[in-house]
């Protein structure tokens, strides 16, 4: 029998998984609209999320009848640009003068174009998308009709990659919030207290990312408060653990005239 934590993490899979899948149509569709537009013989489409600082692909569209070389090198141009200080600039630019040092465009030289033209897009003045036509025979120009119907693709991309941003966080939150589900299903009388305070501080590890969570108790004979477990991706160092050790002591301090033995203002409360 699986279990609702199991259960949960599938639903949201499917469910996520059929929407992400008609976005990624949608986003294929629009740079493929877009490498028709220019009238390209390869486009490519990047994009940069908006908790990320690096621009990753996610469309790239060419005739079956052409050998692309080096995408690697288009994605790792792309994936090391400095937006904030070096923005990429709107227009037609020569890949051969890469080889002279005025542009850098590996990838344009290793396949032999021509030129490229760049389309950045922005979002409240944040570069969040760049669309990107290759030819192997420089066009005479881009037609006027052709750039405003990029603005138009450009609104139906934003769009349709911010509904994936949101979708990929909402399974994010659901998975790491259905971590906790098995906790509720343990039988209670099979297991220990501390057992159980043990498995809960793990699970809240994978809730937050990034994080430590730490277990610390009170000796019951020397009194001090020392450091249990420690969960996250990396082990801390003794140092930080020191330092939240001393900087918890103060808030576990129990009010002896408190009746319920609630320290008041962090609502710490002896659990023996």
Known sequence: MQTSRTLIQKYYHVRVGHKLAGVIAQVDTVSLMAARQLGC???????????????????????????????????????????????????????????????????????????????????????????SGYWYERPAAIDRNAEIMLDLLAAVLKAALAIADQLMEVENYSTRLSEMLPVFEVPLQEMKFSELVSDIVSRASHMCPGAYVFLLSRSNRSGKLHCNEVHGEMSPSPELVAYITKTIEPMTQVDGEDPDGDTGKYRCRDLS
């Open 41 to 131: 013989d390869f486009c490519a489409v990047f994009y940069r999320a908006e908790n990320n600082a690096r621009l990753i692909p996610v469309s790239y569209q060419y005739g079956s009848h052409l050998s692309i070389r080096g995408l690697d090198l288009l994605e790792t141009t792309w994936s090391e640009l400095d937006s904030d200080n070096h923005p990429p600039l709107r227009g037609l630019t020569e890949c051969a003068a890469a080889a002279a040092g005025k542009n850098t465009d590996p990838f344009g030289t290793a396949n032999g174009f021509a030129c490229r033209y760049l389309y950045p897009v922005y979002d409240e003045g944040r570069l969040c998308a760049v669309i």
